[in-house]
């Protein structure tokens, strides 16, 4: 009922930028809180950016003041700014997002595909 499609990967050299979307299609009603995480090999699913639906955002200390994290709610997109990449900051990207669905007002958290983003010289 729900789709969450990323894009934006791939592969960058350390201090370069990458910037991620992720947008939301089908029967919703209104999208809450939504997030990027991120997943490198052998390592377990970490927080890296989350935004409230009234904007208000916070960051894992390993990406502040590189990252930024934004939505666009009229396209029900949120967006995530990579600057000054890191080697650490490779693996594979996933967007979350806590959506209301149109007819039930059921809530549920939709999960993205992933997009890997490799940072290498």
């Known amino acids: 009922q729900v789709q969450l499609v990323e894009s934006g990967g791939g592969l960058v050299q350390p201090g370069g930028s990458l910037r991620l979307s992720c947008a939301a299609s089908?029967?919703?009603?209104?999208?809450?809180?939504m997030g990027w995480y991120r997943q490198a090999p052998g390592k377990q699913r970490e927080l890296v950016a989350h935004?409230?639906?009234?904007?208000?955002?916070n960051y894992a200390d390993s990406v502040k003041g590189r990252f930024t994290i934004s939505r666009d709610n009229a396209k029900n997109t949120e967006y995530l700014q990579m600057n000054s990449l890191k080697p650490e900051d490779t693996a594979v990207y996933y967007c979350?997002?806590?959506?209301?669905?149109?007819?039930?007002?059921?809530?549920?958290?939709?999960w993205g595909q992933g997009t890997q983003v490799t940072v290498s010289s």
């Open positions: 935004i409230t639906s009234g904007g208000s955002t």
């Open positions: 979350n997002a806590y959506i209301r669905h149109l007819g039930s007002g059921s809530y549920t958290t939709y």
């Open positions: 089908g029967s919703i009603f209104s999208i809450n809180d």
